[in-house]
């Protein structure tokens, strides 16, 4: 082999071995958890929240806080970002964060602007959790030290993936999923809103006693869904709204009840879902949509103090009943809820785009006027299971 191909095989191999030319030390990076965004004035005031790494490390408790918000005022989301350097003293890394937050303020302004950042920036990955700071501001709510979790926001972030599991009014909505909602015509976005629970009068959350009380002060809460219209919040449903809407949107069955045994009555039962499936269909009568909603569920009764002994047939017929009707209402109640914000955040027209695409295309531009238009037919089945570990209510066994 001649040497000028030895020195060009050398020359390739050494442009191949540049070895980690853009790495960062981590004592000179500063990990973000999670973010809040205000709109206070006209600018934006960008919180992070920073973990603190030599209270994170250890395996026992010390005197100092996990972690540290800092805040920075600016007229777009990146300068607050870059102006935070004045203030922290190590580089600012936002890959894991977890959450980000918005106030109500900016989301009811549209937030669509600073999703572009979000989307845009090459530091961030979007698998975090969006949620809207209710009644506070986000820059309150991830100063908020928390028990059990030491990083405050992984206390959020866990906090919904099981509340959406196990308690139907939340759900977790990511930026590709928010993305999606924002960019499909006939399906309206939604976000579950975070404020503070306080077991007194007292402002504690933000300092390290907080954590230090066997009831402490101020936790974060979770809350039920916002709605929006495009890219700006219109309102908030309730707790039975909520629910029907993650049962129609993610099947997402967990607790139906309490329900009331008789009208009027004090006395009430619960179950659990512990299985079943929704479909939803579509039929065009007379120029107006139909939405043809077929529910079957399966369920243990979790409690009950009804007068009605659940191992009798008759008795059992009756407990399925009430709980058809119970969720007959929450469906109902959510359907309603759409004509009253005139917001399909169920995703109505993006069925009657797969399944009708003429009447779509005709009714396209005006679709949030036809939402007062449209009807429902709903089917629901429901059969308990199981009586939980007993059979007969306490009651019966006098």
Not at 2 to 17: D, F, G, H, P
Not at 29 to 48: Q, R, W
Not at 145 to 158: D, S
């Amino acid at each position: 082999m001649t040497l000028i191909k030895k020195s060009a095989i050398y020359i390739l191999m050494m442009c191949m071995l540049t070895a980690c030319w853009s790495n960062v030390e981590l004592n000179e990076i500063g990990i973000v958890t999670a973010i809040g965004i205000d709109y206070i004035d006209e600018e934006y005031v960008v919180s992070m929240q920073i973990l603190n790494p030599s209270e994170i490390a250890q395996n026992g408790s010390s005197n100092q806080i996990p972690v540290f918000v800092y805040s920075m005022k600016a007229d777009s989301v990146l300068e607050a970002v870059k102006k935070m350097s004045t203030l922290v003293s190590r580089e600012i890394y936002i890959a894991h964060t977890r959450t980000v937050i918005v106030n109500e303020q900016l989301a009811e302004n549209g937030i669509s602007e600073i999703l572009d950042f979000f989307t845009r920036y090459n530091e961030i990955r979007p698998d975090f959790f969006l949620l809207i700071a209710k009644d506070y501001r986000a820059e309150e709510i991830i100063s908020i030290l928390t028990p059990l979790e030491k990083i405050p926001a992984n206390k959020m972030y866990t906090s919904l993936l099981l509340s959406e599991d196990v308690w139907s009014p939340t759900r977790g909505i990511k930026m590709n999923e928010l993305i999606n909602s924002l960019a499909t015509k006939g399906l309206e976005p939604v976000l579950t809103g975070v404020t503070l629970y306080s077991s007194s009068n007292q402002s504690e959350g933000e300092s390290e006693s907080n954590v230090k009380q066997v009831n402490q002060y101020e936790d974060l809460q979770l809350t039920t869904l916002g709605v929006f219209k495009d890219d700006q919040l219109i309102g908030w449903l309730n707790e039975r709204e909520s629910i029907g809407l993650n049962y129609l949107k993610a099947e997402q069955f967990s607790v139906l009840g309490p329900i009331n045994c008789q009208e009027g009555d004090k006395h009430n039962f619960t179950m659990e879902i512990t299985g079943g499936n929704l479909r939803v269909g579509s039929t065009i009568q007379n120029g107006k949509p139909v939405f043809q909603t077929k529910v079957y569920v399966k369920a243990e009764l979790a409690e009950t103090s009804c007068r009605y002994n659940p191992i009798l047939k008759n008795d059992l017929k009756k407990y399925q009943l009430m709980a058809e009707e119970e969720l007959y209402d929450i469906l109902v109640e959510t359907f309603e809820a759409i004509k009253k914000y005139q917001s399909d955040f169920v995703g109505l027209g993006d069925l009657l785009k797969k399944e009708h695409p003429d009447y779509w295309a005709e009714n396209e531009e005006i679709w949030q006027e036809r939402l007062q238009d449209f009807e429902v037919e709903l089917d629901i089945e429901v059969k308990i299971k199981r009586f939980g570990t007993t059979t007969a209510p306490y009651q019966f066994k006098q």
